[in-house]
């Protein structure tokens, strides 16, 4: 058992609202510099950068998690995280049927690049990412646990795209296991007010930028022996799934 720190909620340049810089080698570089020990790829309604993103955080020795975020027809955005990067490619090819095609406009929301594990241009997204899925929030549990994944609402403290702004409070159901927050300040007074006392609260950057990952990061008790990447992934999902382990 050792103790891990996290940030679950990253972006990298797939994403149209994240910086080009955030490539997938540059993302596991500053995890090193930002201490950060297990960092998820949660480019929007995509997975499509996380095989790049799994061969840059061996070379740095990160923990990586395959992810996405994922926009719900309500406009939610939910973290989808994936024990292996075979159960993240196989979501998001079925995400692909629920996604509503709008050309990209490169000048208006910026570029969508896939890279390989050298950070080389290997193709482009032709279709904006960012826009709402035809999956309601209702239904994404259940979709994402055909993959052995776990989901959870992202930065419930924000107004932009957080659950708690669009439907005013969190519902009861869906019972996610857990819930993201943006600012730790907020975690004690929105664990008060949305009973979340059961459920896994995590803190998250939802880095766009490069400067955006943060020194000061939170941390979970993770068992880790024999220790392996792999094992310390699979472990986080369950503890996040609240399993007990």
Known sequence: MSR?????????????????????????????????????????????????FFTACKRYGIVPIPGMELTTSEDIHVVCLFPELENALKFNDEIDTYRIRIPNNKEVFGDQLILDGMDELIGEEPDFLTNATTISYDDVPQIVAKYDGVCYPAHIDRESNGVVAILGTLPE?????????????????????????????????????????????????IPDEPYSSALVRHNLIKIIRGEKL
């Open 4 to 52: 891990y720190t996290y940030d679950l909620h990253v972006h990298s340049c797939l994403s149209p609202c994240a910086d080009n810089d955030n490539t997938p080698n540059n993302l596991a570089g500053m995890a090193v510099l930002n201490n950060i020990q297990i960092m998820a790829l949660t480019d929007h309604n995509t997975c499509r950068n996380c095989p790049a």
């Open 173 to 221: 159901e869906p019972d996610y296991p857990a819930a993201e927050v943006h600012f730790r300040k907020n975690l004690e007074a929105y664990t008060e007010q949305y009973h979340l006392e059961n459920k896994v609260v995590l803190v998250s950057s939802d880095a766009h930028y490069l400067t955006d990952l943060r020194e000061e990061n939170e941390s979970l008790e």
